[in-house]
Structure formats: structure tokens, C-alpha cells
């Protein structure tokens, strides 16, 4: 594995050439606009398939040589495709194997794309054998930067036979027997205990454990196929690096197992700017996933798309407001990306996507206010090449687990309406932003806790093998730990935990029953009067409210309602050198705000900037031995003046020395480098 590091920040787009054969003039132009745009690579072949495949067997390289080599003439590079994500329509019809099958059985017709069957053996030879040819055609092309493995892999799940025989052998592997089988997923429970492993199919949602064990297998199946994938590119070009467009983490894919076989983290970020909901927490919303992708690996990432406008599949996408665009593209270079691309480079003329966004629109020319921002995107990251080496290092890590959201969403709770586990790991991630302290965001089971200071658990249902062991040592050696409500309910199979809870020592306390609302019910914590952390006066929970019980914990603040007020709804337990929290209950973003300003300070950490920052301004910093590179961005649409305390700073782009305070326009940024 050859971990990737660029010598430039790359600057780019999707570029479906093939789509434009016929048009040599625009061909000709795309590569002045490219110029013109400051783009130095352009990811392309993704959907090429059937014009390099036309008909079976009969190969035709001739526009992709020609586009290489214009690439290479431009001075671009080419972030080249495996065309799987597509795949051509006579293939699909010679071999209809390749084609998904639904959960009642029914074969899908040959339609859309990212719909193949990942097990097809036929599939994965016609892959290899195009995949062998574009490694042999151009392993040594000078324009070649980078293998871009098909293109958005998703967990669809396929039903057909192939994939049902590999689902039996997989779990033939994980339990051996069928009496184990049964036992781990509880099947006497309405008599639904197999005798055979023929009878197992995956479409059953009343076995929480038969389909959380459905999506770890589909999971595995599709990073087999992208392992396939690569293995004739790892052979013929072991010089040039790997990776596979990740998205936004609602594709049922545990990317923490991608991670390790990806070269560079990349992924694809489409926030919704200018919609219901506001702007900064449209950014809070991205900052958060900027940073999972860049806790992958630990390492810079790259952006692989984004629009440079709108999209066409929100429902309601509005243009960009003045300065946005360059604003959420550095956003995302501020939390680790090393890369702004853009889907897509030039607005197709038909099909689905002919109305998506693009840097070329159909006009054809660079006079657009589009253009004109995607240049000035270009401009700025041609000037801050040197945050190439440099990445951004945390003392705050937040588990967020994705196998623990397909539990949790197979789950049939007391209250299952709104559980909405992503949206509140990001309300614990938010008072981080605002206050300029990085977060890693992290999985329970890959991630290595010891180099945090603090680690925040929301939400944990599934506690799997091994995790309570790294928690308890984690706070024993000193660290801070701060656990929630519906936590530790169940293990890896979806198992509820009997007698002891896993967590009870750890946190000194146990939870006896959980309360849950209405929205029209009402119930708060009360800090209680000279609480270590400082909080004071009354804060509303919603949702769930666990009644506990403590053993060695002891209380911060108590519920104020209900048969169970004065009991405790915040508690704190002394457990080694360090110390564990338990949130009995969902607070609003009032609470965790003062929470987590109290928590930071006690634990001194380190933040972007010593004085707070304006509301909806945050704070990022990328380190690299020496230097440091300091991201202001404000998310309001008004002008926010930041107090830059004592020290001094230098705008990295006009080298302007700086002082005192610093007002930002509304949607605006500035790098600064600490003096
Ligand atoms: C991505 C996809 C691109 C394009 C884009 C539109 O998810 O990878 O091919 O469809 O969405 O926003």
C-alpha cells in the first residue's frame, strides 16, 4: 500500500468526455476552460464502460488514449475510473446474472446504475478483464495519478441465489453450527429456529440479529468486490495509489473497514446550503463528516465531489450565495482534505443529471458567476500548497459507529420514533465546533482511544466484543469518558445484556427503567447546587430519560418531574485516574453547549483560538511540525468580528500581518499562520 500525498492541492471534476465524442469544438474548449479554472487533475472513465466496451470482447481505448494524452498536453492529471459502477446494457442482457434480485425475488431490469450483483462470478471476470486492460494500456502514462475504484459502492443487497449461497457459507464461518446460530439470534423467539442452513433467507425484520447479520455480510461482499478490483491494478501499477469515492454514511457500508484497503480516504459531500434548515447547522453538519473522513485513516483526505452549484436530486437546491462556494470548499481543505472536485465538469445534454450542477454549464463558456467561483477556488488553493504534509490532531474523540446505527434502526424500542443517532452524535459534536476544538470522529471497535483526552459515547445500543475493556482502560489511565442514554443494551448479535450491565462498574451506576415522552411532555434536570462542573438553573429533556440507580457515582444534577424527580439524571463516577459521566437523558443544544464548555475547561484543551468565537464561526487548524495554519470561517450570512487575542498572525494569502480582531464578512474565510 502506497499511502498517497500529493505535491499539489488537486483541483478538479468529473469529466464524462465520452459523452461528447461528437462535438470535437467543446471538446477542445473544455480543456482552455480547464486551464482557465485552475484544475490540474480531472477524475474520468467512471461511467465510460460501453464506449470502451462497446459489444462484447470488442475494445475500443482510442478516446480514452486521446484523452490522456490531451490531459497530459494541459498539464492535468487523471484520476482514472474502473467503469463497474455502470455496467453496459449488452452485458446486463447476455448475462442477466449480473443483474440485482429483490428481496421478493424479482430480477431488476437492466436500468440506472451501481446495481450489479456483487457475487456474479461473470461480473467480477468481465471487471477483472477491463480493469487488466486499463492498468496494462496505461501503467505508465504520465498523466495517470490515481485509480478511482467504480464509483460509489453501496450495500444494496442482493437476493439471488449466488448471493444466498455465500451468505450461508459466511455464516457457516462465523458460528459453525446451527444450534450456535440460533442461539445468537434468539429464533425460538416465535418459533423461528432453522434446521437447515438452506431455509436462511434474508428477509425476515422480526431476527434483528438475521438482519444485522444480512447487512455485515452484503458489507463484506462489496469490499471483496472492491479487493477484486484492485488486485490486477495493485499488479500492474504498484506505484499508483487506490481509492474508492466514499459518501456521506447512509449507504449501509462500514467504511471502517474500507479504510485499511483505500490508499487515501476520498469522499463525496453534498450539503443542502440554503435549505430549511440554517446554514450553520448545514455546516456544523459537514465539519462533522469532513472529520470522519479524515479519522478513516488519520490522515488528509480528499474531496472527491461536490457540487460547484446546485444539485438536481435534493427535492430544492438553490444556487450559492456570494462566497459560499468558496467558503464550503476550503471547509472542507480546513478539516483534512487535500483536494476540491467537483461532479460535475460540464452539465451533460440529456439523461438524469443534465440539469445537475456544473463548472461548464450548457451556455458552454467561463462567464458564468459559477465559473468565476470555481477559478477563485482554483486561484486559492494553488496558493496554499504548503498544508500539503500538514493534519489536524485531536484530544476529543466522538464514537461514531455504524454498525451501531444499523442496530439501532432495526431496533423496536419503547419509543422508536426519532432516535435519530447521527443527528444527536452530531449535537454532541457541535459546542466542539463552535469552540474551535478539533474532534476525531471514531468507530468503537477499530479506533484506539489512549491519544484522547476526552471520548464521548452517544447513543452506543451495541456494545461489541472487547469495547468495555478499552473504555474501562481508557479511564483508568486518566481519561474522561461521558457515555448517554441508550447505551450497552445489547452485544454483537443483538443480544440484550443479562444480570450485570457490561458498563455498570465503569460507570457506577445501573439503569433501571427508561422514561419516554411525548413531545408534549415535559421534563428537565437540574444541576444540583455546587456541582463540580458549574451548571446551573434548568435544562429540558426530551425523548428518553433512563431512571437509574447509582452505586459509586455520584449525582451532578436530578430530574425535576414525575414519580421519578429528584433522582438523578447526571451522574459522575471516579474509576482509576479518570473519571466516567452518565447522560441519562437527551438535553437540547443549550445543555451540551454549557456541558461541554465546562468539561473543556476543566480539562484544558486545547483550542484554535483562546477567546470564544461569534456564534456560527468556527475555528480549524491543520499542524504540521512547525507551522500551523489557522481556518476562521463564519457560517452566518452577517459580518462576525473574531478577537484574535495576544498573538500574532499572518494571512497566508495576502500576507497581510494581523492583530487584535478580525471581521469576517457574512460566508467568508480567512488562513491565518500564528506568528
Ligand atoms: C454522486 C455520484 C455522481 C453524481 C452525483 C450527483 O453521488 O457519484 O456520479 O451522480 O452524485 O450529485
Redesign the pocket.
Known sequence: MKLFQPDFLLHGA?YNYEQWLDYPEILEEDFRLMRQAQCNVMSIG??GWAMLEPEEGDFQFDWLDQLMDRLDENGLKAILATPS?AKPVWLAHTYPEIRLVDRNGQRQPQWM??NHCPTSPIYREKVALINSLLAQRYQHHPALLMWHVS??YGAHGCHCDLCYAAFRQWLQERYGTLDALNHAWWTTFWSHRYSDWTQIEAVDPSIHALMLDWMRFVNDQVLDFYRAECVPLRELTPETPITT?F?RPNTDLDYWQFAPYVDVVAW?S?PAWHSETDDVAVGVMTGFYQDLHRSYKQRPFLL??S?PSV???QGISRPKRPNVHLLSSLQAVAHGSNSVQY??WRQSRGG??KF??AVVSHAGHGRTRVFQDVTDVGQHLAQLADLIPSCNTAEVALIYDLQNEWALELAQLPRSKDKLYQERCIAHYRPFWQMGITVDVIDSVAADFSPYKLLIVPMLYMLREGVAAKMEAFVRQGGTLVVTYLSALVNDSDLAFVGDNPLQSLLGLGVEETDVLFDHNTQAMRPLPDNELGLDGRYPVHHYADIIHLDTARPLAEYENDFYAGQPALAVNEYGDGRAIYLAARPDQRFLTDFYQALSGRLALSRALPTPLPEGVTAQVRRHELSQYLFLMNFQATPQTIDLGQANYQDMLSDQGLTGSLTIPGYGLRILRPQ
Open positions: 468529473d467512471i461511467f459502477g446504475r451501481h464509483n460509489e469515492n459518501m463525496d453534498y472527491m465531489e457540487t444539485t438536481n436530486w461532479f460535475q438524469q443529471e445537475h450542477g
